[in-house]
């Protein structure tokens, strides 16, 4: 039996939000006052809460079901502290976290006590991190007070396909047969059977799902509860909702060990700036912009993050340390590969760490043996993450891949790129002459090398990338870019490209800016290195002046933080739940959706159904699938649509009018991206936009609200 704890109130029905989608509220709260809202409390009357034990339910998917009684908020009423009068129930998430922070941060016997004290401060870094995290995802989504619905619709677009095959391996009757239902899948990419272990880095919700399946079976096992519901009653005529907390929930078991792997992510980041010698302290006034896990924990790189900051702690050490043991070489491997398993664009990533090293070597700064002793681990660390995404071809046909086998090529014959330092010498003065072409010629051989790969193996799930880089420096444009939007001098020089390449990718992908601004404040923390900034005088004069820049950051600092503290939002989108409340009661469970890619995520999380179009645009053919999905947005005749969905096996269209008219700047709306496409309909009336009055004779309305029509396909 599975123990949960229940506990009654009931209150007066909340009022209703806008009738819009509203993923975030307020993004700017000054009219918030500082003090919290009310926390599911007594109030005595029709609002008090008594709580009471209630019997378990054989599964998961069953005691998430059964009857709860009612409880009602103002922000959905209530507030967070003392869920239940007098506390009794801890916060399972929280004390285990503050258990294993302060457990991890004990002092070993024989360890100094400065690395000792280094330790202690880092587990309480990332304690202090873990806290403000969850605290902010709770402030801006009301989480607590979300039902299970509520929670999968606030996981948007690829983060809800992402949770949706780890709520398929807890839901499956045994850890193998769901992790064999995420290597055979049926309902992702409508009517083929791929692999979604193998197309989209779902190591993390295999490990979560597991863990999720183990705890809550031996918690069931001990009759430990492991969560507490409530009904609440929302009012405006919605029907009641179940609410639970705990890590017995699989929400809030999911995202509690994001933010704890987040939390360890910031204690190895104290531990970075520690070895640097230079305490990163502005990280914390630039949280806003240095992460985004706190708002989409689901996301690839919330997984891979606290890997490249272990992977670059090691590769410093490395690069510090004259003769580096076997022993660190492997933990390098292993941190690297922990970086790649999880998020797809790790290898661009990567890639710039293989050109700042290899720049350093070109400059003079890392000896060859040492280079290739890293190269090495990372060609190891990118064939065991290949065998592990059961052969993956994008790995091998990167830019990452073949600027290593470069290298390794350069290595086994006499025109080696690196034996082109000794042999430019030999002809050219050392210098920027002789540094360029060495550089020109590695990023030649490995352009070359790159595009050789992708043609012999056939592969061109990357090509939309090369064309986004394309389309910042050019006019160009297509369908696919339209849619997306110190210490040693060596180990300075190291870290000072590293920044440069950071800068660089998050100029061509805004996204990727989460790599440049906690690199960024560990460059500007060089303040604090005396060797760098000696030259200011005696250290009380040093200490002076990095104190007085401290102060100085802190007053934005302050403000940045008070600014995020001040977020108080509650997620709410009706129409989304009545669109999935009527697929799930209306329509076969075989039945066949597209649409927009955001929407089809939600619809295979909370519905099951199948869908022929994600969010997940790395694979040539899904981003053609999704091509002829969004004709319904072009001008093309209703014949061409309609042929468009049959072929693909659609029954249903779930159109968004907002999708017809949205326009951000000019020539970004979809009719007008289909311009550039199709322009021999340019100038048409949007198809879309006649569908929107009428959907006959091509379509049948099935369902309709403020936000989305759903079309039936006829046959």
Partial sequence: MHAVWRAVAVAPDRQQGAAFPQLRVSQS??????????????????????QAAAAAAATPVERDRSPLVVKSNVRRSGGRDGKASGGSVPHYAASAAASSSSSSGRAKPGLSPRLGTALLLAALAGFLHWYHLTLLFENDRHFSHLSNLEKEMAFRTEMGLYYSYYKTIIEAPSFLSGLYLVMNDQLTEYPLVINTLKRFNLYPEVVLASGYRTYTGLMDFLGVPTKMCWSINRGEGLAPVDSCEGLGDPAYFYVTFVF?????????????????????????????????????????????????????????????????????????????????????????????????????????????????????????????????????????????????????????????VIAFRDRFTQVFRPGIIT????????????????????????????????????????????????????????????????????????????????????????????????QLFGWVGERSRLQLVVFALLSIMAVQGVANLQAQWGIMGEFSNVPQEELLDWIQGNTKPDAVFAGAMPTMASVKLSTGRAIVNHPHYEDAGLRERTKMVYSMYSRMSGETVKSNLMQLGVQYFVLEDSWCTRRTRPGCSMPEIWDVEDPQNAGKVPFCSLVTRDARPHFNTVFHNSIYKVLKVPR
Wanted: aromatic fraction near 12%; charge should be positive; proline fraction near 5%.
């Fill in 260 to 416: 704890l792997l987040n939390g360890f992510m910031m204690s190895l980041f104290f531990m970075y700036g520690a070895y640097l010698r230079t305490p990163a302290l502005a990280l914390w006034h630039q949280h806003v912009v240095s992460t985004r896990v706190m708002w989409t924990p689901p996301l690839r790189e919330s997984f891979a993050y606290p890997f490249l900051v272990m992977q670059m702690l090691l590769l410093t050490y490395i690069l510090r340390t004259k003769s580096p043991s076997r022993t660190s070489m492997v933990t390098l491997g292993v941190a690297t590969l922990c970086f790649m398993l999880p998020w797809q664009f790790a290898q661009f990533v990567l890639l710039t760490q293989v050109a700042s090293l290899f720049a350093s070597y070109i400059l003079g700064y890392l000896s060859p043996t040492k280079l290739q002793s890293i190269l090495v681990t990372h060609m190891m660390a990118l064939a065991v993450c290949f065998l592990l995404m059961f052969g993956n071809s994008m790995l091998l046909t990167s830019f990452y891949a073949s600027s290593l086998l470069s290298i390794w090529v350069s290595q086994r014959s006499a025109g080696a």
């Fill in 435 to 530: 540094w360029t072409m060495q550089g020109l010629a590695w990023v030649g051989f490995t352009v070359v090398l790159k595009f050789l790969l992708s043609n012999v193996l056939g592969s061109s799930d990357d090509a939309h990338i090369s064309g986004l880089i394309k389309s910042k420096f050019t006019s160009y444009q297509d369908f696919h870019t339209l849619i997306p939007e110190l210490i040693a001098k060596g180990e300075l020089v190291y870290h000072g490209l590293q920044l440069v390449a950071f800068s660089v990718l998050a100029i061509l992908i805004m996204r990727l800016k989460l790599f440049l601004t906690p690199h960024m404040c560990i460059m500007a923390a060089l303040v604090c290195s005396k």
């Fill in 29 to 50: 709260r000054a009219e918030i006052p500082p003090s919290p809202p009310a926390r599911k409390q007594n109030t005595g009357g029709g609002s008090g809460k008594t």
